[in-house]
Structures are given as structure tokens and as C-alpha cells.
């Protein structure tokens, strides 16, 4: 839907006008081919007892898996720029902050301004917001928690931040990843941006015998996806431009 609902003020015994409905066509192509074939020698495959089929195809779906976290985070151009707008202010500007344990808290609350000031809030709440952090600016995060607050620092302090499951602090839902784009961190409602995955070829392992004349096996394994952002929804994911 590409236009707002509008309301109107009106007179009573006047009639009132129609705003008109409109569709933006937004699609999602399933169009990038990634295949992770792997060769063994049959007399390798026959000596090494550490090695098997199904061991193979976990690791290659390991790799999958990340090579897809990859290409998401890649596709900051498709989200908001968020940055340095001056002066140390945070706003909606591609100049890089440098992150500390001194304003990753204002990166977070900015985000969430701007998630609002985009008439966002409702998704956020049906959603949350949450941020994609390298692992330096991930440390800082811990640091700025274990030093405030109380039961929240003695936890961090313990625990650490649950990197597998996501932390939630500030309002916010904390990720780590080592896929980063250099210099693009993620901000802003999650689950909203459209990743698309063919079932049909995602986990499907294939086994050929004596690929290319060659005496062993090949394991095959093969992901095709898509990304879309859609058009109404780009204000609220952010591309936080990072030094």
C-alpha cells in the first residue's frame, strides 16, 4: 500500500471526499545461486574416520547459513542512513560515528527516536528494535552495562551478554556478528525486512559418485535466496555507519 489513510474534518450535512488507494508493486526475486560443492577421494573417505557424509553437509550448511547473514547485512543500501549529523549529534546522516562506551547508548536511543519519528512505534512494539553489532562494539556494550545500573550490571558482570539468544537492554534487542559489511552495522525494528529462501533446494544434499572421472565423491550442497525491503518500510531499518 503505497498511500496513507488521510482523515478528514467534517461538516455535518456537507459531504465528504474520498482520498484515493493505491499499490505499489514490491517484489522479492529468489535469484542468487550459492552452491558449496566439496570433493573427496574415495581412499580419504575410506582412512579418515573423522570424516563423513552427513559431517560434511552440517558444515556446509553452517556456511550457508552464514554466507546468507552475510549477504543480508550487506544490503545496507536498501535501508536508512544513520550517522554523524554534527557536533556528535546522531540522526539520519552517512558520516561514520566512532562508537564508544560513551555513546553506544545514544546510538541506540537515536535509532529509536528516528523509529518513532517514522510513525514506527506500533511495529516496534509488535516487533522490538534491535541492533547487529561487531564484536568490538559489542564489548563496549557489555562495558557500558557491567558499569550501570544494578541487578543489570551484576547479571552482565556473571553472565556476559547472551550472544546465541540476543540481549535486550536500552530498550533494544543486542546481536553479534562477524559478517559485517566494513563500516555498516544494523539498526531498527527487526523482522520486517523480507528474506526469501526456495525450500526446494535449501538443505537438500546431493551425492554424486565419481564426479568428473574423478574416483571419489562429491557432496553437494546449494541455497537460493532473495532480500527485499519493502518500499513503506525503509524508514524504520537503519544502516548505523560506523568508523
Not at 536498501?78 to 550517522?83: I, K, L, N, R, V
Not at 536511543?109 to 506500533?122: F, L, M, Y
Not at 530498550?171 to 562477524?178: D, E, F, Q
Request: net charge negative; hydrophobic share 40%.
Amino acid at each position: 500500500m503505497s498511500t496513507e489513510f488521510v482523515i478528514q474534518t467534517g461538516t455535518r450535512g456537507t459531504a465528504y471526499g474520498f482520498s484515493d488507494f493505491t499499490l505499489t508493486n514490491d517484489q522479492l526475486r529468489i535469484n542468487t545461486y550459492k552452491p558449496v560443492p566439496v570433493f573427496i577421494d574415495r581412499a580419504d573417505l575410506a582412512q579418515c574416520k573423522l570424516v563423513n557424509q552427513m559431517e560434511l553437509a552440517d558444515r556446509q550448511g553452517k556456511v550457508i547459513d552464514e554466507n546468507i547473514e552475510s549477504a543480508w547485512l550487506a544490503d545496507y543500501a536498501a535501508w536508512t542512513d544513520f550517522g554523524d549529523t554534527g557536533g556528535g549529534a546522531l540522526g539520519l546522516a552517512s558520516t561514520q560515528i566512532t562508537v564508544s562506551t560513551s555513546n553506544i547508548d545514544d546510538i541506540v536511543s537515536g535509532v529509536i527516536r528516528e523509529v518513532i519519528t517514522a510513525n514506527g512505534k506500533d511495529l516496534a512494539d509488535q516487533y522490538g528494535i534491535g541492533f547487529v553489532w561487531r564484536p568490538a562494539d559489542f564489548e563496549k556494550l557489555e562495558k557500558f552495562l557491567q558499569a550501570n545500573g544494578f541487578n543489570l550490571a551484576d547479571q552482565t558482570l556473571k553472565e556476559g551478554i547472551q550472544t546465541t539468544k540476543g540481549y535486550k537492554a536500552l530498550g533494544a534487542y543486542h546481536y553479534v556478528s562477524n559478517s559485517h559489511t566494513a563500516n555498516h552495522v544494523f539498526g531498527g525494528v527487526r523482522k520486517i525486512e523480507a528474506i526469501g529462501i526456495l525450500k526446494s533446494t535449501y538443505g537438500q544434499i546431493v551425492i554424486t559418485q565419481d564426479p568428473n572421472l574423478q574416483s571419489g565423491i562429491g557432496v553437494i550442497s546449494r541455497v537460493d535466496y532473495g532480500l527485499n525491503v519493502k518500499e513503506g518500510l525503509k524508514t524504520l531499518i537503519f544502516d548505523v555507519n560506523v568508523s
